[in-house]
Protein backbone atom coordinates (compact mmCIF):
# COMPACT_ATOMS: atom_id res chain seq x y z
CA UNK A 1 0.00 0.00 0.00
CA UNK A 2 2.60 2.48 0.87
CA UNK A 3 4.60 1.35 -1.94
CA UNK A 4 1.57 2.37 -4.27
CA UNK A 5 1.11 5.51 -2.37
CA UNK A 6 4.81 6.84 -3.19
CA UNK A 7 3.77 5.90 -6.64
CA UNK A 8 1.34 7.69 -7.06
CA UNK A 9 2.99 11.06 -5.67
CA UNK A 10 5.77 10.53 -7.51
CA UNK A 11 4.02 9.93 -10.75
CA UNK A 12 1.98 13.56 -9.92
CA UNK A 13 4.90 14.93 -9.21
CA UNK A 14 6.39 14.32 -12.68
CA UNK A 15 3.25 15.18 -14.53
CA UNK A 16 3.03 18.52 -12.39
CA UNK A 17 6.63 19.38 -13.17
CA UNK A 18 5.99 18.35 -16.92
CA UNK A 19 2.88 20.99 -17.34
CA UNK A 20 4.94 23.40 -15.35
CA UNK A 21 8.14 23.11 -18.36
CA UNK A 22 5.66 23.16 -20.78
CA UNK A 23 4.07 26.01 -19.50
CA UNK A 24 7.41 27.77 -19.89
CA UNK A 25 8.05 26.62 -23.27
CA UNK A 26 8.72 30.21 -25.24
CA UNK A 27 5.79 29.61 -28.15
CA UNK A 28 5.39 31.23 -31.27
CA UNK A 29 1.85 31.73 -33.53
CA UNK A 30 1.81 32.79 -37.22
CA UNK A 31 -1.45 33.65 -37.72
CA UNK A 32 -2.88 34.11 -40.98
CA UNK A 33 -5.35 36.70 -41.12
CA UNK A 34 -7.87 38.79 -44.11
CA UNK A 35 -7.00 42.29 -43.64
CA UNK A 36 -10.59 43.11 -44.63
CA UNK A 37 -13.75 42.58 -46.59
CA UNK A 38 -14.31 39.30 -45.52
CA UNK A 39 -17.50 37.19 -43.99
CA UNK A 40 -16.21 35.04 -41.41
CA UNK A 41 -13.28 37.01 -40.53
CA UNK A 42 -13.16 40.23 -38.70
CA UNK A 43 -11.54 41.91 -35.44
CA UNK A 44 -14.20 39.64 -33.25
CA UNK A 45 -12.37 36.71 -34.23
CA UNK A 46 -8.66 37.55 -34.04
CA UNK A 47 -9.74 39.29 -30.88
CA UNK A 48 -10.40 35.88 -29.45
CA UNK A 49 -7.18 34.02 -30.87
CA UNK A 50 -5.38 37.12 -29.00
CA UNK A 51 -7.21 36.41 -25.56
CA UNK A 52 -7.01 32.49 -25.83
CA UNK A 53 -2.99 32.71 -26.47
CA UNK A 54 -2.66 35.87 -24.34
CA UNK A 55 0.63 37.03 -26.02
CA UNK A 56 3.51 39.18 -24.59
CA UNK A 57 4.31 40.39 -28.15
CA UNK A 58 1.96 40.90 -30.89
CA UNK A 59 3.84 41.59 -34.38
CA UNK A 60 2.38 43.11 -37.33
CA UNK A 61 2.51 43.67 -40.98
CA UNK A 62 3.54 47.34 -40.43
CA UNK A 63 6.28 49.71 -40.53
CA UNK A 64 7.83 51.52 -37.84
CA UNK A 65 6.69 54.82 -39.28
CA UNK A 66 2.96 54.01 -38.01
CA UNK A 67 3.85 53.93 -34.57
CA UNK A 68 3.66 57.15 -32.47
CA UNK A 69 6.29 55.97 -30.01
CA UNK A 70 6.91 52.43 -28.49
CA UNK A 71 3.97 50.05 -28.71
CA UNK A 72 1.33 52.80 -29.58
CA UNK A 73 -0.30 53.02 -32.76
CA UNK A 74 -0.47 56.26 -34.77
CA UNK A 75 -4.43 57.52 -35.10
CA UNK A 76 -4.53 57.65 -38.57
CA UNK A 77 -2.74 55.54 -40.68
CA UNK A 78 -3.88 53.52 -43.83
CA UNK A 79 -4.81 50.15 -42.63
CA UNK A 80 -5.53 51.13 -39.17
CA UNK A 81 -9.34 50.01 -39.89
CA UNK A 82 -8.02 46.43 -40.97
CA UNK A 83 -9.61 43.86 -38.79
CA UNK A 84 -5.62 42.96 -36.95
CA UNK A 85 -5.33 46.28 -36.32
CA UNK A 86 -8.68 46.64 -34.66
CA UNK A 87 -8.79 43.39 -32.77
CA UNK A 88 -5.25 44.46 -30.90
CA UNK A 89 -5.91 48.06 -30.37
CA UNK A 90 -8.95 46.29 -28.75
CA UNK A 91 -7.01 43.84 -27.21
CA UNK A 92 -4.10 46.71 -25.76
CA UNK A 93 -7.06 48.02 -23.36
CA UNK A 94 -7.66 44.96 -21.65
CA UNK A 95 -3.95 43.92 -21.73
CA UNK A 96 -1.78 47.34 -21.54
CA UNK A 97 1.40 45.88 -21.26
CA UNK A 98 1.19 43.69 -24.09
CA UNK A 99 4.18 44.60 -26.73
CA UNK A 100 3.26 45.91 -30.28
CA UNK A 101 6.10 45.78 -32.77
CA UNK A 102 6.19 45.78 -36.06
CA UNK A 103 7.29 42.56 -38.17
CA UNK A 104 6.66 44.26 -42.09
CA UNK A 105 9.90 45.02 -44.37
CA UNK A 106 11.35 48.16 -43.32
CA UNK A 107 11.01 50.86 -46.45
CA UNK A 108 8.82 48.21 -48.63
CA UNK A 109 7.81 50.95 -50.69
CA UNK A 110 10.75 52.34 -51.33
CA UNK A 111 12.56 49.28 -51.92
CA UNK A 112 10.06 48.55 -54.45
CA UNK A 113 10.44 52.30 -56.35
CA UNK A 114 14.09 51.37 -56.81
CA UNK A 115 12.91 48.32 -58.45
CA UNK A 116 10.59 49.72 -60.16
CA UNK A 117 7.51 47.88 -59.59
CA UNK A 118 4.44 48.55 -57.81
CA UNK A 119 2.44 46.62 -55.84
CA UNK A 120 0.87 44.45 -58.30
CA UNK A 121 1.09 43.14 -61.49
CA UNK A 122 -2.29 42.45 -63.06
CA UNK A 123 -1.35 43.91 -66.47
CA UNK A 124 1.24 41.19 -67.02
CA UNK A 125 -1.01 38.79 -66.65
CA UNK A 126 -3.40 40.07 -69.16
CA UNK A 127 -0.44 39.53 -71.66
CA UNK A 128 -0.17 35.89 -71.06
CA UNK A 129 -4.13 35.53 -71.43
CA UNK A 130 -3.83 37.35 -75.02
CA UNK A 131 -0.94 34.85 -75.84
CA UNK A 132 -3.27 32.14 -74.60
CA UNK A 133 -5.67 32.54 -76.87
CA UNK A 134 -3.35 33.43 -79.76
CA UNK A 135 -2.16 29.78 -79.47
CA UNK A 136 1.53 30.78 -78.64
CA UNK A 137 2.00 28.97 -75.42
CA UNK A 138 3.60 25.65 -75.38
CA UNK A 139 1.72 22.60 -73.85
CA UNK A 140 3.67 22.82 -70.87
CA UNK A 141 3.20 26.72 -70.25
CA UNK A 142 -0.63 26.09 -70.94
CA UNK A 143 -0.43 23.11 -68.02
CA UNK A 144 1.65 25.78 -65.79
CA UNK A 145 -0.90 28.72 -66.37
CA UNK A 146 -3.65 25.93 -66.03
CA UNK A 147 -2.53 25.32 -62.48
CA UNK A 148 -1.82 28.71 -61.48
CA UNK A 149 -5.41 29.48 -62.57
CA UNK A 150 -6.73 26.69 -60.26
CA UNK A 151 -4.58 27.59 -57.27
CA UNK A 152 -5.53 30.58 -57.45
CA UNK A 153 -9.59 29.90 -57.29
CA UNK A 154 -8.57 27.71 -54.40
CA UNK A 155 -7.18 30.36 -52.76
CA UNK A 156 -9.78 32.75 -53.69
CA UNK A 157 -12.39 30.01 -52.18
CA UNK A 158 -9.69 29.80 -48.83
CA UNK A 159 -10.23 33.56 -48.30
CA UNK A 160 -13.95 33.04 -47.65
CA UNK A 161 -13.71 30.58 -44.73
CA UNK A 162 -12.93 30.79 -40.91
CA UNK A 163 -9.63 31.78 -39.42
CA UNK A 164 -9.08 28.12 -38.56
CA UNK A 165 -9.39 27.25 -42.43
CA UNK A 166 -7.04 29.17 -43.45
CA UNK A 167 -4.49 28.51 -40.83
CA UNK A 168 -4.77 25.00 -41.70
CA UNK A 169 -1.78 22.06 -43.10
CA UNK A 170 -4.15 21.80 -46.64
CA UNK A 171 -4.76 25.91 -47.26
CA UNK A 172 -1.08 26.07 -46.79
CA UNK A 173 -0.07 23.75 -49.41
CA UNK A 174 -2.47 24.70 -51.25
CA UNK A 175 -1.18 28.94 -51.15
CA UNK A 176 2.74 27.19 -51.75
CA UNK A 177 1.70 25.86 -54.40
CA UNK A 178 -0.14 28.75 -55.77
CA UNK A 179 3.40 30.81 -55.08
CA UNK A 180 5.19 27.97 -56.68
CA UNK A 181 3.21 29.24 -59.92
CA UNK A 182 2.52 32.66 -59.78
CA UNK A 183 6.39 33.35 -59.05
CA UNK A 184 8.15 30.81 -60.65
CA UNK A 185 6.24 28.89 -63.52
CA UNK A 186 4.78 32.29 -64.55
CA UNK A 187 8.04 33.55 -64.72
CA UNK A 188 9.80 31.22 -67.01
CA UNK A 189 6.58 31.72 -69.29
CA UNK A 190 7.95 35.28 -69.42
CA UNK A 191 10.94 34.58 -70.37
CA UNK A 192 10.21 32.50 -72.61
CA UNK A 193 8.28 34.89 -75.02
CA UNK A 194 10.15 37.69 -76.06
CA UNK A 195 6.91 39.94 -76.42
CA UNK A 196 7.62 40.86 -73.16
CA UNK A 197 10.67 42.55 -73.74
CA UNK A 198 9.07 44.59 -76.25
CA UNK A 199 6.24 45.81 -73.82
CA UNK A 200 6.78 48.46 -71.85
CA UNK A 201 5.64 50.84 -68.98
CA UNK A 202 6.71 53.79 -66.75
CA UNK A 203 8.57 52.42 -63.85
CA UNK A 204 7.96 53.45 -60.12
CA UNK A 205 11.50 55.18 -60.34
CA UNK A 206 10.60 58.04 -62.06
CA UNK A 207 7.71 59.34 -64.91
CA UNK A 208 10.52 59.48 -67.54
CA UNK A 209 11.98 55.75 -66.77
CA UNK A 210 10.16 53.17 -68.40
CA UNK A 211 10.86 48.93 -68.01
CA UNK A 212 10.05 46.47 -70.01
CA UNK A 213 7.19 43.87 -68.71
CA UNK A 214 9.85 40.99 -68.63
CA UNK A 215 12.36 43.13 -66.23
CA UNK A 216 8.94 44.28 -64.10
CA UNK A 217 7.70 40.55 -63.50
CA UNK A 218 11.37 39.65 -62.46
CA UNK A 219 11.78 42.03 -60.32
CA UNK A 220 8.52 41.82 -58.66
CA UNK A 221 8.04 38.19 -58.35
CA UNK A 222 11.39 37.86 -56.79
CA UNK A 223 10.91 40.70 -54.36
CA UNK A 224 6.83 39.69 -53.55
CA UNK A 225 7.60 35.77 -53.43
CA UNK A 226 10.88 36.00 -51.54
CA UNK A 227 12.73 39.05 -50.46
CA UNK A 228 9.82 40.66 -48.51
CA UNK A 229 8.41 37.37 -47.02
CA UNK A 230 11.92 36.48 -45.44
CA UNK A 231 12.27 39.84 -44.22
CA UNK A 232 9.02 39.53 -42.19
CA UNK A 233 10.33 35.94 -41.20
CA UNK A 234 13.83 37.36 -39.92
CA UNK A 235 12.00 39.86 -37.74
CA UNK A 236 10.46 36.84 -36.28
CA UNK A 237 13.51 35.02 -35.40
CA UNK A 238 14.79 38.10 -34.15
CA UNK A 239 11.95 39.09 -32.19
CA UNK A 240 11.85 35.61 -30.69
CA UNK A 241 15.82 35.02 -30.19
CA UNK A 242 15.48 38.42 -28.12
CA UNK A 243 12.66 37.43 -26.16
CA UNK A 244 13.46 33.94 -26.25
CA UNK A 245 11.05 32.79 -23.05
CA UNK A 246 7.95 35.39 -24.29
CA UNK A 247 5.09 34.05 -26.29
CA UNK A 248 4.81 35.92 -29.22
CA UNK A 249 2.05 35.93 -32.11
CA UNK A 250 2.67 37.38 -36.06
CA UNK A 251 -0.75 38.65 -37.13
CA UNK A 252 0.20 38.59 -41.20
CA UNK A 253 -2.09 37.95 -44.33
CA UNK A 254 -2.60 34.47 -45.00
CA UNK A 255 -0.59 34.46 -48.56
CA UNK A 256 2.49 34.96 -46.50
CA UNK A 257 2.02 32.54 -43.79
CA UNK A 258 3.28 29.64 -45.58
CA UNK A 259 6.75 30.91 -46.27
CA UNK A 260 7.01 32.53 -42.74
CA UNK A 261 6.34 29.09 -41.15
CA UNK A 262 9.01 27.37 -43.72
CA UNK A 263 11.55 29.91 -42.91
CA UNK A 264 11.55 30.06 -39.35
CA UNK A 265 10.86 26.18 -39.63
CA UNK A 266 14.59 25.88 -41.81
CA UNK A 267 16.29 27.41 -38.54
CA UNK A 268 15.16 25.99 -36.28
CA UNK A 269 11.90 27.70 -34.78
CA UNK A 270 8.88 25.39 -34.35
CA UNK A 271 5.61 27.29 -34.56
CA UNK A 272 2.10 26.68 -32.78
CA UNK A 273 -1.00 26.53 -34.09
CA UNK A 274 -3.69 28.47 -31.79
CA UNK A 275 -6.43 25.71 -32.26
CA UNK A 276 -4.19 22.68 -31.20
Known amino acids: MNRLLFSFWALLFVSCATFKSNSNKPSVVILGTIHSGANKINSDSIYKVLSDFEPDIILLELERNVFEKENILKKDFDGRSSNEIQAVLAYQQQHPNVAIKPAELEGRNIYRKNLGIYSEAGFVFKKIDELQSLGKLSQQEQSDYSLLDKY ?16 SMQSDRIVD ?6 YNKTKEIINNHDEFNNYKLVSSRAQTDTIT ?9 DFEGSFRNEAIAKNVLKYHKENPAKKIILLTGF ?3 FYVKKYLAKQGLSTLEYYK
Open 152 to 167: WMMTEDIARQDLKTIN
Open 177 to 182: SLMFYQ
Open 213 to 221: FREYYNNWA
Open 255 to 257: KHR
